[in-house]
């Protein structure tokens, strides 16, 4: 079975490492680069022109992954890596029209407000209703009506309010990946710690699964999810395909991912969390993310509210550049706090699960 990780893994890696410049070839050969607002920090001016859409690479590749590991481990795809798999195609494709539209009507912000909410509510209600269908033989859907930490906890919301709650986690972790990609490799490293980090939680749900009965090592804290080496098995693709893209997309970066994989890392991140029934414990793991969308909220809030900024730019990271940080600094100290975040994570992961001995 694990196998099929370290197969996905591999192929991911390779996919993007080989594929990205290709990529950059095809983009740049057709002038599809990043266009720059002018109200960013002085320094990202350079940046103009740089091929965007760079997301296509590792969503193709991860998607290609999965494929390719179940082909050669005779395994069959399941429902829930189908959905999450949907679910990430489906957040980029609506990064993409917005990235397209931003390239081809030089418009710096892309897709309409309304147009861009209505495409990612249209993804995001169509994933949390499939999610609660096909039970298998246990009665598991790969959602939970039941909101969840380290695994399901509480009455059940019942299936109205579990969308509602769905798409609050997706519209929330989409835009917060995509207010991070401001600066090179940013997104994409933190992203990589936190596909790790899943890719464990996957492993670890399998081996403890309440369906493995009298082999468990814990009986009392056994894991009711449906299909949690699928889920690891995606978190090792995507891991794999963002260390290949983030070869490429580190400073100064050949590419950009652009909303394109802004919002598909989002949203199949927030995917992840709700299948593997960790919903609160992404907030915590995903810490950077949070940290920096409430940046922006509180900027916005302050200003409305007193007139006066907090930051002197926001996102947070570019309050540090202004500060005269440089840009590899910024990133690197970020993906610390990541790491931090990760490990947080993950100790409580297991803290809860060493609890029920």
Not at 20 to 45: C, F, N, S, V, W
């Amino acid at each position: 079975m694990m196998k099929q990780i370290l197969f996905a893994g591999v192929i991911g890696l390779f996919l993007t490492l080989i594929g990205t410049p290709l990529l950059i070839k095809l983009l740049a050969r057709k002038g599809y680069g990043q266009y720059i607002r002018d109200d960013g920090p002085r320094e990202h001016a350079s940046k103009r022109g740089t091929p965007t859409m760079g997301g296509i690479a590792f969503i193709l590749a991860t998607v290609a992954a999965y494929f390719l590991s179940k082909v050669i481990t005779g395994k069959p795809p399941t429902f829930t890596g189908l959905l999450v798999l949907g679910l990430m195609c489906g957040m980029g494709l609506v990064g993409f029209l917005d990235d397209y539209i931003k390239i081809v009507k030089r418009r710096s912000l892309g897709l309409r407000a309304k147009a861009k909410m209505a495409g990612q509510l249209i993804v995001g209600i169509a994933f949390a209703v499939l999610s609660l269908q096909f039970a298998d033989s246990r009665g598991n859907t790969p959602a939970s009506t039941k909101l969840s930490f380290i695994t399901d906890f509480g009455w059940t919301i019942g299936p109205v309010l579990f969308v509602v709650w769905a798409l609050f986690m997706i519209l929330a972790m989409s835009n917060g990946v995509n207010l991070t990609d401001g600066l090179d490799g940013l997104a994409t490293g933190a992203s990589v710690l936190v596909f790790g980090a899943y890719t464990f939680i996957g492993v670890w749900q399998w081996q403890e699964s309440c369906a493995n009965g009298e082999t468990l090592t814990n009986p009392n804290a056994c894991y009711e999810v449906r299909d949690p080496l699928d889920l690891a098995v995606i978190s090792a693709a995507l891991m794999g395909a963002c260390l290949g893209f983030l070869w490429w997309n580190t400073s100064p970066a050949k590419i950009f991912m652009g909303d394109t994989g802004s919002l598909a890392l989002g949203g199949v991140l927030t995917g992840l969390a709700i299948c593997s029934r960790t919903e609160l414990l992404v907030a915590i793991m995903g810490g950077l993310f949070v940290l920096i969308t409430m940046s922006v909220v509180i900027q916005v809030g302050s200003f409305r509210l007193t007139g006066k900024r907090v930051f002197r730019m926001a996102p947070l990271q570019h309050h540090f550049e202004l500060k005269g940080w440089s840009e590899v600094l910024v990133v690197v100290r970020f993906w610390i706090i990541q790491g931090i975040c990760v490990i947080v994570g993950l100790g409580l992961f297991y803290a809860g699960w060493a609890a029920e001995k």
